[in-house]
Each structure stands twice: as C-alpha cells, then as structure tokens.
C-alpha cells in the first residue's frame, strides 16, 4: 500500500486552531493540544453566554421598569397585569427604554395602564 503523506492537511488544521486560540495566555496560545482544549471551553462558554445574555438584558429592563413605575406610584407586577388587561403589547424592552428617555411618554402609558 503506498504511504499517504498529510503536512498541508494537518498543517492546515492546525493554523485553524492556532488562529482560533490567537490571544490565549501562557501555551494555550501556540501549543495545538492546550489550545484545542482552551478552544473547547471557550466556546462552550460563548454558547452558553450568549443565552445568559439575554437573560440578564431582561432582568435589567425590569429593574428599570419597576424603578420609573414605582416613582408613579404603581409596582412592576401590577403593572405588566394593567398592561395585558387592558392588551397593550409594548415588550420591555421599548418599555425600558421610554423609561429612561422619554418620560413623558412613559407616564402616559402608565396612566393608560392605571385606568
């Protein structure tokens, strides 16, 4: 059987790697074994991150939400119940946001709320 050569191959996955794990400290920088295992992690952690993110975006426009409705005189629970009785879809996000930069606004959907 004739003898199979793969330099380009295994040098071609190992720059793959090697790229990927550009900006590691100490040998999971240029060392293939400890960077595929550092690559491992990291992007585990970046999936799972990712997710969380979007957990905490969340949590954050709550406590916002609950902080400017409180100043009116109503709690955040009360106030999302309002919301969906009266079938005002307005997500937290924009929510969050009319909060903090346009008060006003937020004033009168809150008094829309109320009602």
């Known amino acids: 059987m004739v003898r199979v050569k793969r330099g380009t191959i295994h ?27 550092a690559l491992l992690h990291a992007w585990s952690y970046a ?4 997710k969380a993110k979007k957990r905490e975006k969340r949590r954050l426009w709550q406590t916002q939400i609950n902080a400017a409705v409180r100043k009116l005189g109503l709690s955040y629970s009360k106030f999302i119940g309002a919301l969906k009785k009266k079938n005002i879809e307005i997500d937290r996000k924009i929510l969050a946001t009319l909060a903090s930069k346009h ?7 809150v008094e829309e709320a109320k009602k």
């Not at 071609?12 to 060392?31: M, P, T």
């Open 11 to 37: 040098t071609k996955r190992r720059k793959h790697v090697l790229e990927h794990a550009k900006g590691f400290r100490w040998g999971r920088k240029n060392k293939l074994k400890l960077a595929r295992e």
């Open 103 to 109: 008060p006003e606004i937020f004033e009168k959907i």
């Open 47 to 50: 999936y799972r991150d990712r």
